[in-house]
């Protein structure tokens, strides 16, 4: 396996200068990390408040068409309770939109949340560290951008939340029209006969309707459980969709409930090179990452040559390709996923099962 990479020199008050990262002779420091986060941050919430203000928009055309369709329906003239079961697919259709954009929501105010949880209260409270893998996370939601919520727990939020009252106003105005007009139903029978819809008998449109309301009020009551979304204020802190009591993460503190578990692909990389040492050097230098040397001979040569394996994330290898193509332009590299590499600077011993 590769090797540790040495540890690096911890920031403190005798190394104040030290930067976080290094790109093509570039050196970010610490103050110039913490503004860009705190410009990342700005931009996400900038784009959640546009979803939000699109989630309201959804909403208000749902109850402007209800107020409208029972205006309708209960007007003398050319009102018909038609106009209360179409308004009805109308609003399924604007609740299919509404759960759609509650997904991109979701997906920008995961990573908001993800922030304040992990980088803003890490500064306010000692030892200030933030866990393990909140960059590695925030950095996969960058580069493999994902819904964090499904689509069921969409829908069933979105319907509990505004729908359901809008639907049940649309039953009772549909209800009271057959009722009271154009006149009030003296039996149960004058009410199917005027459920009657085109060839349909009044019972079946009655059956139908029923039926369909019925769904919506199970799905809506079977994702109740379902508690992925972060942008919502609930009691817990955990993941309680296995129902494990809170666990404090290997970094310290309790990961809140919404933490994906995904992280940036990890790769293995094989360099068949006759200059080990340089590139060796330039690798720990640069990328704070560890090397391993064998030693191996070419079958098709003959030649000694050194096999240099570093183990490395999807976006630090196109950093390695550079280094090793200015040291040794003959180099042979080698590309290889693999399933999990487990120790320093990747993922804790604590976090293998």
């Not at 329906?73 to 308004?87: D, E, K, W, Y």
């Amino acid at each position: 396996m590769p090797e540790k990479a040495p540890p690096k020199t911890k920031p403190d008050r005798e190394n104040p200068k030290e930067p976080v990262w290094t790109y093509r002779g570039y050196r970010i420091q610490p103050g110039e990390f913490n503004t860009a986060m705190v410009h990342l941050y700005r931009g996400e919430i900038t784009r959640a408040n546009v979803w939000r203000q699109r989630l309201d928009a959804t909403t208000n055309w749902a109850v402007i068409a209800t107020g409208a369709a029972i205006s309708v329906a209960f007007s003398q003239a050319s009102g018909h309770h038609s106009v209360i079961l179409l308004n009805m697919l109308l609003i399924t259709l604007f609740w299919f939109i509404e759960a759609r954009r509650y997904r991109y929501y979701e997906l920008w105010s995961s990573r908001i949340r993800l922030m304040e949880t992990d980088f803003f209260a890490a500064m306010l409270v000692p030892p200030f560290q933030p866990a393990w893998d909140w960059a590695e996370t925030l950095a996969e939601t960058l580069l493999r951008p994902d819904y964090s919520i499904t689509v069921w727990e969409a829908l069933g939020r979105r319907f509990r939340h505004n729908y359901l009252w809008i639907y049940i106003i649309l039953a009772i105005s549909w209800m009271t029209k057959l009722w009271l007009h154009p006149v009030k139903a003296s039996s149960w029978r004058c009410i199917l006969n005027r459920a009657v819809l085109g060839g349909l008998p009044g019972p079946v449109v009655l059956g139908i309707v029923g039926g369909f309301l019925g769904l919506l009020l199970l799905g809506g009551l079977g994702t109740i459980r379902l508690h992925d979304a972060s942008g919502e204020v609930l009691p817990h802190f955990t993941d309680t969709s296995d129902g494990d009591s809170e666990e404090p993460s290997p970094g310290g503190g309790v990961l809140p409930w919404f933490r994906p578990k995904g992280r940036r692909q990890q790769l293995l990389t094989y360099i068949v090179t006759s200059q080990p040492q340089a590139i060796s050097d330039a690798i720990i230098e640069n990328m704070h990452r560890g090397v391993t040397g064998v030693k191996a001979t070419g079958m098709y040569t003959g030649e000694d040559r050194s096999l240099l394996m570093c183990a490395l994330t999807d976006t630090e290898i196109s950093n390695l390709k550079s280094l090793v193509h200015q040291i040794d332009s003959e180099a042979f590299v080698v590309v290889s996923p693999v399933k999990a590499v487990v120790g320093k600077s990747f993922e804790p011993f604590e976090e293998e099962k």
